[in-house]
């Protein structure tokens, strides 16, 4: 079975903008800010955990994409991405300290997609 275009789509995305937002955040002026405010940690623990799940997001597609416990891995881990690395990423950039609140939902997110896969493996 081909994997749903889509997903591939949204997994190769995840994935680009993971190096897109690591590198602003190593270089240039996206860098500097970070750096003057601080922030420059929380940047790097967002793209430390954006990459490997956007890595994971891509393999769930191209190999588990008709398992109904693999989707909704998938969907965890994009959901994860976007609320804790995504909170972490808006946090750094702009100072809004409140989001620190979404960051643990992104990790709970992350934590289910990774219990679904094991779950999913039951009895094999």
């Known amino acids: 079975m081909q994997p749903d275009p ?3 789509r949204l997994s190769a995305l995840m994935g680009f903008l993971a190096i897109a937002l690591g590198a602003s955040g190593a270089h ?10 601080g922030e420059l940690e929380h940047w790097g623990t967002a793209v430390q955990y954006h ?10 597609t191209l190999f588990a994409s008709t398992k109904p416990a693999m989707l909704w891995a998938w969907r965890m881990f994009l959901a994860g991405i976007f609320l804790f690395s995504g909170s972490l ?5 702009t100072g809004m300290k409140w989001l620190g ?10 934590m ?13």
Do not use: E, M, N
């Not at 990423?89 to 950039?93: H, K, S, W």
């Open 6 to 8: 889509f997903r591939l």
């Open 28 to 37: 240039g002026s996206v860098h500097d800010k970070l750096k003057a405010a």
């Open 51 to 60: 990459l490997p799940h956007a890595v994971v997001l891509l393999l769930l």
């Open 89 to 93: 990423y808006v946090l750094a950039y």
């Open 101 to 110: 609140a979404v960051t643990p939902l992104g990790g709970l997110s992350f």
């Open 112 to 124: 289910i997609g990774w219990a679904l896969i094991a779950i999913s493996a039951k009895g094999k």
